[in-house]
T-cell receptor, first 115, second 113 residues
Framework: GAVVSQHPSWVICKSGTSVKIECRSLDFQATTMFWYRQFPKQSLMLMATSNEGSKATYEQGVEKDKFLINHASLTLSTLTVTSAHPEDSSFYIC???????????FGQGTRLTVV | AQSVTQLGSHVSVSEGALVLLRCNYS??????LFWYVQYPNQGLQLLLK??????LVKGINGFEAEFKKSETSFHLTKPSAHMSDAAEYFC???????????FGTGTRLQVFP
């Protein structure tokens, strides 16, 4: 069964609105979760590392105020795209690691379309 | 920083033919290596991984990969392609210092009848 649940799987929103994406670890407690962005026909780009109980660590070039990450519990991290614009349209994927020498478990992804 | 190179953004094979997807990494120490598959509008599914031990790793759906330290390679193979293998394949390396996963640019596999 699924180890990571991501919701919603797709969302369409108007420019200027905010969208929240949830990532839940179903199988184990996760102190760290990862958020990726994937452009069409491209690879995954790490956006940020979500840390339970503390601030997220953002990759260079990722706007912290644009992509708000909250990791309030050991099983839930949320990514909020604030004041969305069409250029934010993309596929967003979260992942969870059980430990470093095992694979990462990925959510099913969220297709965001901003109109 | 570590990097992953996947040669060939597109690979096309006939059903029943050998599949070979190439992956090279840059690392001064033996890394943890992974191959993932992605179907359209879905997340990533692990095919196989190498951490330690046997260098020939077998995964799901008949795929296997061999870790060759001397060549810094981790190529993915399957003896006989199936139509259902058509998907995007990503090679990834676990960055030693940060534990981050570094992905290659991906290879789209097409399988023709």
């Amino acid at each position: 069964g699924a180890v990571v649940s991501q919701h919603p799987s797709w969302v369409i929103c108007k420019s200027g609105t905010s969208v929240k994406i949830e990532c839940r670890s179903l199988d184990f407690q996760a102190t760290t979760m990862f958020w990726y962005r994937q452009f069409p026909k491209q690879s995954l780009m790490l956006m940020a590392t979500s840390n339970e109980g503390s601030k997220a660590t953002y990759e260079q070039g990722v706007e912290k105020d644009k992509f708000l990450i909250n990791h309030a519990s050991l099983t839930l991290s949320t990514l909020t795209v604030t004041s969305a614009h069409p250029e934010d349209s993309s596929f967003y994927i979260c992942s969870v690691d059980r430990n470093r020498n095992t694979e990462a478990f990925f959510g099913q992804g969220t297709r965001l379309t901003v109109v | 920083a570590q990097s992953v190179t996947q040669l060939g953004s597109h690979v096309s094979v006939s059903e029943g033919a050998l599949v070979l997807l190439r992956c090279n990494y840059s690392s001064s120490v033996p890394p943890y290596l992974f191959w993932y598959v992605q179907y359209p509008n879905q997340g990533l599914q692990l095919l196989l991984k190498y951490t330690t031990g046997a260098t020939l790793v077998k995964g799901i759906n008949g795929f296997e990969a061999e870790f060759k330290k001397s060549e810094t390679s981790f190529h993915l193979t399957k003896p006989s392609a199936h139509m259902s293998d058509a998907a995007e394949y990503f090679c990834a390396v676990r960055e030693i210092n940060t534990d981050k996963l570094i992905f290659g640019t991906g290879t789209r596999l097409q399988v023709f009848p």
